[in-house]
């Protein structure tokens, strides 16, 4: 099947060819190191990390690259007013960076550079950039002439008067043109140097993705990525600088992910509804958020709400609970096929029917609502496997079973869920419900256990009495023959 990919340069979908076959270039812009990640960093990463999962699970070699500016304005304010150096900053920021990833299975990419880590590479295009009448140097600031260069604009659609009226430029008569903006700064009092051409400083934002971009992935690579608030003027800036010193163009596809509101309202820190990643998985399985993210096309806004997360977490206990009943079903001792027994292959012609359509949805510009439309459905035919698995015969129940589990594994690698047993994530589950609602697990499995008992001795009254005021703490209870279950609501 063809990949497409809507490109935000071309503002329309695209067949997707790699400039080399079988391998695919992918840089994509990292965080800020000056404070912990938010809802926001969250959703360009899980959006990334299923396009970098998908295009390996067709066979693409890819490279990601996603970099960390470890050396900013921010960075700086936050080491003076603690009294340290920036690099404490940046690490103890990186770390935990590293943490929230890991718990929402976002895979590592294959490099991670750092831009202090680069400052060769920056000067060495800035100096490219000056040479080439691009670039002009006023008491030690390197500034990109945007005037010399006619393509500029051309991401985000816009013309220069536009790019003025809707912009916050900053008053400074040392440009030529208030757009124009720093390739190099130089370096005020207290404020962390490297030596350069042009006297002591340090690199301009925009500067440090063409430089690493260029240096793992080449002069021209397959797909930029990033959040849609960097089309303008970040993802503009990197275009301008890199086409002009190499002459070609920096990607041939940009992708960019839509933004996070909150409760419909925009996510700002004036708002205060800026929601850091640790806070919300104190109260959610990491697998609900990541859900959560998936159930919107990338491109479109998320509107994130307690009740959002709530559904996500009962569509990801649906998911699960199949996963569990096939393992159960999976453990039985057949009795072998009755005479009217089935072999079940309407089902496996069914599961192979969805992968195609799992995978058409994630070729259509990576259309993971879609795509978990046709997990659901499986999950919807794990059911009904479950409910007529008796008149199934046991080869055919055994095929069925196999083909099932192949599918939830592939689904759940291209999507990063189901990355835990079924009975670890109820356990999880139930850890962060009854934390979030202050009840305690040591409290509801001796209530399970009271009514256990009460139930062997045929007490029944009080067996309904303990079901009751279980279900009033939205606790639910599956009994089986041997034992309960328990559930939270």
């Known amino acids: 099947m063809t990949q497409k990919i809507f490109n935000t340069k071309t503002r329309k979908k695209e067949i997707f060819q790699p400039i080399k076959e079988g ?24 959006v990334f990390d299923v396009v970098v999962r998908y295009l390996r699970a067709k066979g693409y070699e890819v490279t990601f690259v996603k970099n960390f500016t470890d050396i900013d304005d921010k960075i700086i304010d936050r080491a003076n007013k603690e009294g340290v150096g920036i690099a ?112 002591k400083g340090r690199p301009g934002w925009h500067i440090e993705c063409s430089a690493m971009s260029r240096r793992y992935l080449g002069e021209t690579f397959d797909i930029h990525g990033g959040g849609e608030d960097l089309i303008f ?48 998985l104190k109260n ?35 998911c699960y609970t199949a996963l569990q009943i096939l393992r159960e079903t999976h453990s039985k001792t057949s009795s072998g096929p009755g005479a009217n027994a089935q072999n079940g292959q309407h089902y496996t012609e069914q599961f192979e029917k969805l992968v195609d359509k799992f995978n058409a949805a994630m070729d259509d510009d990576f259309n993971t609502a879609q795509a978990l439309g046709h997990v659901f459905e499986m999950v919807r035919l794990t059911n009904n496997f479950v409910m007529e698995e008796k008149n199934i015969s046991a080869s055919g129940k055994a095929e069925i079973l196999k083909e099932a589990a192949r599918l939830f594994e592939y689904f759940g690698d291209v999507l990063g869920i189901f990355q835990s047993d079924a009975d670890r994530f109820f356990a999880a589950d139930k850890e962060t419900e009854l934390r979030k609602r202050g009840l305690d697990i040591a409290e509801i499995e001796d209530l399970v256990r009271q009514r256990q008992v009460a139930r062997l001795e045929k007490n029944w009254a009080k067996a309904d009495d303990i079901r009751n005021q279980l279900a009033r703490l939205h606790i639910v209870l599956k009994d089986s023959a041997n034992a309960t279950r328990w559930m939270i609501e």
């Open 284 to 318: 959610y399985h990491p697998e609900v958020l990541r859900l959560f993210m998936l159930q919107s096309h990338y491109r479109s806004p998320v509107d994130y709400s307690e009740d959002s997360l709530a559904e996500a977490r009962t569509s990801l206990i649906r």
């Open 233 to 280: 003027p970040h993802h503009e800036n990197e275009i301008a600088q890199s086409l002009a010193a190499t002459g070609k163009p920096l990607a041939h596809y940009w992708m960019h992910n839509g933004f996070v509101k909150i409760n419909s309202e925009k996510m700002s820190k004036s708002l205060g509804n800026i929601f850091p990643v640790k806070e919300i």
């Open 23 to 46: 391998a695919v270039g992918i840089y994509v812009c990292g965080i800020t190191a000056y404070d912990v990640c938010h809802i926001g960093h969250a959703r360009a990463a899980i």
């Open 88 to 199: 404490e900053i940046s690490e103890r920021y990186i770390n935990a960076h590293d943490e929230d990833m890991e718990a929402l299975a976002v895979q590592t990419p294959t490099v991670t550079p750092k831009a202090t880590e680069h400052m060769n590479d920056m000067i060495a295009l800035v100096r490219s950039l000056e040479e080439q009448g691009y670039a002009y140097c006023v008491d030690g600031d390197v500034y990109f002439s945007i005037s010399d260069f006619k393509p500029y604009g051309g991401l985000s659609g816009r013309n220069l008067e536009e790019m003025m009226a809707g912009s916050r430029v900053d008053v400074n008569d040392k440009k030529k043109n208030p757009l124009d903006f720093a390739l190099w700064k130089n370096s005020k009092e207290g404020e962390p140097f490297w030596e350069s051409p042009w006297g």
